[in-house]
């Protein structure tokens, strides 16, 4: 199998301004502060997140095969998946290790910041269009997905390929895309071409890229990257935790005294964000405004003003409540692979000395 030369990636990945983690595999962050209240993310700064070399799939010859406890088998080339009744959902994505590096004692694992995350607009078959046609047996309990990408992993022999899977009873309500178009783009190698899941909502683990295959089975899958990887003491991480982050003003910068306006996202995967809440320095938690598009599965942004008059340093912190009532911790909660950190954003800030003095100020 072909792979992406990572040297060329690589280049590419720093010219489209992405922060690289690692290079091979490729796994790079998002620059949050360069999108400045955009609803999608240009796919070139779109955050990678790869377990294997990038594999490099010949549109002519790929099919994606449904088998396993199906009616019928299907093997679907790519001219078919796209002449089938298509959606388009804005969707955000999170890796599960997203702010791993926030985790004391340190964990093991990519050391993620809080780029790990973006948005897109994703265009392609309802999975469910798919299956319907496959024709899912009542035995079958969960459907896994497989990804082309493989290679060595400590502890197995052989080639080990990225698969997930599903429960099955989840998979109707999932509102999961089989995506070939990327921010009306056709989807890049990087993120999958030429087909990936979409699964809303969930931690971007259960989204496999290059996608060829689903299995239909009657147990539980047992692959290394859902029983070794991904899942806090034994449980499968699924929904992404209730988050918020603040994009402006950029963490560990100076600001002038007077009034600005703090802004940033915030996301869950399982009900629409109920508030966002803004603090600064010891004050009270105020409320933020939500801005722009409120779409289910993207993220939202929020705005707050705030007079910051006193010199000195400052933290600001943001947090995030959804529908379901749920928010976020004061600290990380710690697990032993480092997923899901949705502790409280803290970004601390220097206020100049003003260069002009204040209306009444008595020096
Ligand atoms: N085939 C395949 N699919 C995959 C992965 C992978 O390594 N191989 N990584 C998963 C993880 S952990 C994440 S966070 C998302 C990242 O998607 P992106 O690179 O498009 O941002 O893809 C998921 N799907
Ligand atoms: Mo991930």
């Known amino acids: 199998m072909r792979t992406l030369a990572h040297d060329d990636d690589q280049l590419a990945a720093g010219e489209g301004g992405l922060i690289v983690r690692s290079a091979d595999p490729l796994n790079c962050e998002t620059p949050l502060p360069a999108l400045a209240g955009a ?3 240009p796919n070139a700064l779109f955050y990678v997140r790869n377990h294997f070399g990038i594999p490099v799939l010949d549109p002519a010859t790929w099919r994606l095969d449904v088998g396993g406890l199906v009616d019928r088998r299907l093997s679907l080339d790519i001219g078919r998946l796209r002449a089938m009744r298509s959606a388009t959902a804005v969707v955000t994505l ?13 964990v093991p694992g990519e050391k993620w910041g809080l780029g790990a995350v973006s948005t897109a607009e994703w265009t392609g078959v309802p999975l469910t269009e798919v299956l319907d046609q496959a024709g899912i047996q009542a035995a079958a309990q969960e459907a896994v997905f497989r990804g082309a990408d493989c290679g060595q992993v400590d502890g197995h022999d052989g080639r080990v390929f990225f698969e997930r899977s ?18 009306g783009e056709e989807l890049p190698v990087r993120h999958g071409y030429p087909l990936r899941l979409v699964v809303p909502g969930w931690y971007a683990v259960a989204s496999v890229k290059w996608l060829t295959g689903i299995e239909l089975i009657g147990g ?3 692959g290394h990257f859902q029983v070794d ?3 806090i003491g034994g ?6 935790r209730v988050r918020s982050l603040i994009v402006e003003p950029a963490p560990g910068g100076t600001v002038e005294p007077g009034d600005i306006v703090i802004r940033g996202l915030a996301w869950s995967g399982a009900a629409p964000i109920a508030r966002v809440e803004v603090r600064i320095g010891d004050g009270p938690w105020q409320p933020a405004a939500l801005a722009g598009d409120r779409q289910r ?20 912190r943001a947090r995030a409540t959804d529908l379901a009532g749920q928010a976020q911790p004061d600290q990380p909660r710690w697990n032993s692979l ?8 803290q970004v601390r800030l220097a206020v100049a000395e003003p260069s002009v003095p204040w209306p009444g100020d008595p020096r």
């Open 94 to 106: 999170e890796c599960a290790g997203n702010g791993r590096a926030g985790f004391r004692p340190p």
């Open 39 to 41: 609803q999608v993310v």
């Open 338 to 345: 480092g997923y899901a950190n949705n502790a409280i954003h």
């Open 297 to 316: 599965h993207s993220w939202q942004w929020w705005e707050a003003p705030a007079l910051l008059s006193r010199p000195g340093n400052l933290t600001i």
């Open 220 to 222: 539980s899958f047992r």
């Open 235 to 240: 449980k499968q991480l699924s929904w992404q």
């Open 229 to 231: 990887r991904y899942h």
């Open 166 to 183: 599903l429960p099955v009873r989840q998979l109707r309500r999932a509102g999961a895309l089989l995506a070939y178009a990327m921010n």
